[in-house]
């Protein structure tokens, strides 16, 4: 069964390339994969993901000794991550995570390793949702800072990172900011340190600093509380929280002298 498979196959495969596809080189061509690679390259330019797909596929079944193969193979995973259905994003790390395997000393190997955490960033769910697929897009840019410090690419991945790590405390803020209102400041308490000791970049601590000081004033521990209402002054002058802040400051200074 398997060899009828097999050569069925092969007759569907040269039934193509009798009928003059439009995604097979001519026979004339002096270089048909690099044919193919600028007919790919010029779909993925229009966004046209099939297209383009079905060029590259063309270099990475059919030419195995080309040199234009490990872009061909890295762009079928482009195509994958730029349609962006949740099917297409685990076919585009299948790609990228081949890729790697395949050509792990290519010169963009670094470029597979950012679009394989990108396409855990794209699945990405609102911070009060599930964030399996934010930790596992953060878990694929630590491999990136790992193994390619030096990649030009490194501020966009760095971007990406922080979008990544802010929605991952944000969660974590939800919870802790429920306790709060819940008037359980313990479980407040520990939520709002945690991200400050894991996050200490959060964009939007200043918001755990402002209620990790309230949780502490409400447990009656204002002098742990007076520091993070005063950061919540001096590193967002900005703030939303900034005038309540100053207010409960000026009442906890009064309470703690």
Same mark, same amino acid.
Request: charged share 30%; with cysteine; proline share 5%.
């Given at each position: 069964?398997?060899?009828?498979?097999?050569?069925?196959?092969?007759?569907?495969?040269?039934?193509?390339?009798?009928?003059?596809?439009?995604?097979?080189?001519?026979?004339?061509?002096?270089?048909?994969?690099?044919?193919?690679?600028?007919?790919?390259?010029?779909?993925?330019?229009?966004?046209?993901?099939? *297209?383009?797909?079905?060029?590259?596929?063309?270099?990475? /079944?059919? =030419? +195995?000794? @080309? !040199? $234009?193969? %490990?872009?061909?193979?890295?762009?079928?995973?482009?195509?994958?991550?730029?349609?962006?259905?949740?099917?297409?994003?685990?076919?585009?790390?299948?790609?990228?995570?081949?890729?790697?395997?395949?050509?792990?000393?290519?010169?963009?190997?670094?470029?597979?390793?950012?679009?394989?955490?990108?396409?855990?960033?794209?699945?990405?769910?609102?911070?009060?949702?599930?964030?399996?697929?934010?930790? *596992?897009?953060?878990?694929?840019?630590?491999?990136?800072? /790992?193994? =390619? +410090?030096? @990649? !030009? $690419?490194? %501020?966009?991945?760095?971007?990406?990172?922080?979008?990544?790590?802010?929605?991952?405390?944000?969660?974590?803020?939800?919870?802790?900011?429920?306790?709060?209102?819940?008037?359980?400041?313990?479980?407040?308490?520990?939520?709002?340190?945690?991200?400050?000791?894991?996050?200490?970049?959060?964009?939007?601590?200043?918001?755990?600093?402002?209620?990790?000081?309230?949780?502490?004033?409400?447990?009656?521990?204002?002098?742990?509380?007076?520091?993070?209402?005063?950061?919540?002054?001096?590193?967002?002058?900005?703030?939303?929280?900034?005038?309540?802040?100053?207010?409960?400051?000026?009442?906890?200074?009064?309470?703690?002298?």
């Amino acid at each position: 069964m398997v060899k009828a498979r097999s050569g069925l196959a092969v007759v569907l495969a040269g039934m193509v390339v009798a009928c003059g596809g439009k995604n097979v080189a001519p026979q004339n061509t002096g270089q048909p994969d690099r044919f193919l690679m600028d007919r790919g390259n010029e779909a993925i330019a229009e966004r046209d993901w099939v *297209e383009a797909r079905e060029y590259y596929r063309q270099i990475v /079944d059919n =030419y +195995p000794q @080309s !040199p $234009l193969r %490990p872009d061909a193979k890295l762009g079928i995973g482009e195509t994958y991550l730029g349609e962006g259905s949740t099917e297409s994003l685990v076919l585009s790390a299948n790609e990228f995570r081949e890729f790697l395997t395949f050509y792990p000393t290519n010169p963009k190997a670094d470029q597979a390793q950012y679009k394989l955490a990108m396409t855990y960033v794209k699945q990405m769910k609102a911070a009060a949702r599930d964030q399996t697929a934010t930790k *596992e897009g953060l878990k694929e840019f630590q491999v990136f800072f /790992d193994r =390619y +410090p030096n @990649s !030009p $690419l490194m %501020p966009e991945v760095r971007k990406q990172w922080r979008e990544a790590r802010d929605r991952l405390s944000e969660a974590s803020y939800l919870v802790g900011y429920q306790y709060y209102r819940q008037r359980w400041y313990p479980g407040a308490v520990d939520r709002f340190r945690e991200i400050l000791k894991d996050d200490p970049e959060y964009s939007k601590r200043d918001a755990v600093y402002f209620y990790l000081a309230e949780s502490l004033a409400k447990s009656s521990k204002p002098a742990e509380a007076v520091p993070y209402f005063e950061r919540v002054l001096t590193e967002f002058q900005q703030s939303e929280h900034t005038g309540e802040a100053k207010k409960r400051l000026d009442e906890l200074k009064i309470d703690v002298k």
